[in-house]
């Protein structure tokens, strides 16, 4: 049976669109439609509640041993109030999931999954725990909310001190009163756009959610659902669970590279890696340049030969045109080539693009 989040009554009194996901009752859209929120991201600012993710908390002498052991990107030169980005990889070096961290403080890191992997990430990271360092599931205890898009500073300025938002990307504040809420606030999302995240205590969030929609208000703030939150992501090129990414698929050869140090002495999945050698496949963008929409697990071809399948898919209503994000052959099809996407068993016509589709500036 799906929960709730603590902001239910709330999407239920703004006459949201409520689906099963990812365990949780979530709008995936209002009113006002999937595109008016998207835009209004793009143009101005969206409220998400993204309360749905799960939260643990590592901590111990023996904290940091660990990250390294089960994540592949490197953070011995972390700091507190950075995040940082990771895979984590099983022994086959496929995917487990993809996650945030938060330095806290020396020895104490917050690590945040993604909503359906929840309960099997605690399961994985318990299970290769060593050493002195305790895991705590907070993700019940722990309410989040996205405030995404060019004009958030400007919302947060009225509800907090400016000193206290967070200057850089990838940065936050551990605990800042947010119109007397205590929260922490990062500055990251997974729409591409300027945006934070704020953190508080489920009692909080209702009035956390009701102050930010209210300081908002001459800034076009809208609240928003999961709908606008897929194509925002996908727009920006930004890989998710489940699509761009399994248990299988390595972060190499999904484009994650960045995130994955091999120099580092050791992690879980990095011999996998190795062995496999050099990616046999790639992610691609594609631009949908004949009549259709192309959508995830959909086969390409070069003439008659398959040379892999979408992963993502959908019109961008920024952009005004139909991508998708593909893993195909490496070196099958360099930017500007052509190929076709079978949908439903029609073939429209594609050429590849850089990623990502589209880049704040």
Not at 76 to 99: A, E, I, Q
């Amino acid at each position: 049976m799906e929960q709730k989040t603590p902001l239910y009554e709330r999407h239920e009194a703004a006459k949201g669109k409520i689906v099963p996901f990812a365990g949780y009752l979530l709008p995936v859209q209002y009113p006002t439609g999937v595109i008016a929120e998207h835009m209004a991201v793009r143009e101005r600012c969206g409220l998400f509640d993204v309360s749905h993710m799960g939260e643990v908390i590592l901590k111990g002498p023996d904290a940091l041993k660990n990250l390294q052991n089960l994540l592949t990107n490197d953070f011995t030169n972390m700091r507190p109030g950075r995040v940082r980005y990771s895979p984590m990889c099983n022994g086959r070096g496929g995917v487990v999931d993809d996650l945030i961290v938060y330095m806290l403080d020396e020895g104490k890191y917050l690590v945040v999954v993604n909503a359906a992997n929840r309960h099997k990430d605690v399961q994985w990271m318990k299970e290769h725990l060593c050493g002195d360092v305790q895991l705590s599931d907070i993700s019940d205890g722990v309410a989040q909310l996205a405030l995404q898009g060019p004009r958030a500073r400007d919302i947060l300025k009225k509800v907090m001190d400016e000193g206290l938002i967070p200057e850089k990307y990838y940065t936050f504040t551990e605990r800042a009163k947010v119109g007397g809420i205590e929260c922490l606030v990062s500055q990251t999302g997974y729409t591409g756009e300027h945006g934070y995240e704020l953190y508080c205590a489920p009692q909080d969030a209702g009035k956390l959610w009701d102050l930010l929609l209210g300081a908002g208000k001459d800034e076009g703030l809208i609240p928003c659902g999961l709908g606008a939150r897929d194509t925002l992501r996908l727009e920006a090129a930004m890989p998710l669970y489940g699509h761009e990414m399994d248990d299988e698929i390595s972060p190499l050869e999904t484009g994650l590279s960045f995130a994955v140090k091999l120099g580092k002495e050791d992690f879980i999945g990095k011999s996998a890696i190795l062995r496999r050698g050099e990616p046999a496949i790639e992610r691609v963008g594609l631009q949908v340049t004949g009549r259709g929409i192309a959508r995830g697990s959909e086969d390409v071809y070069i003439g008659e030969r398959k040379i892999g399948r979408t992963t993502s898919g959908t019109h961008c209503p920024y952009l005004g045109e139909a991508v998708a994000m593909a893993l195909v052959d490496k070196g099958s099809l360099p930017q500007g080539a052509c190929c076709e996407i079978d949908v439903r068993g029609r073939r429209i016509e594609a050429k590849a693009v850089p990623l990502p589709f589209y880049k704040n500036k």
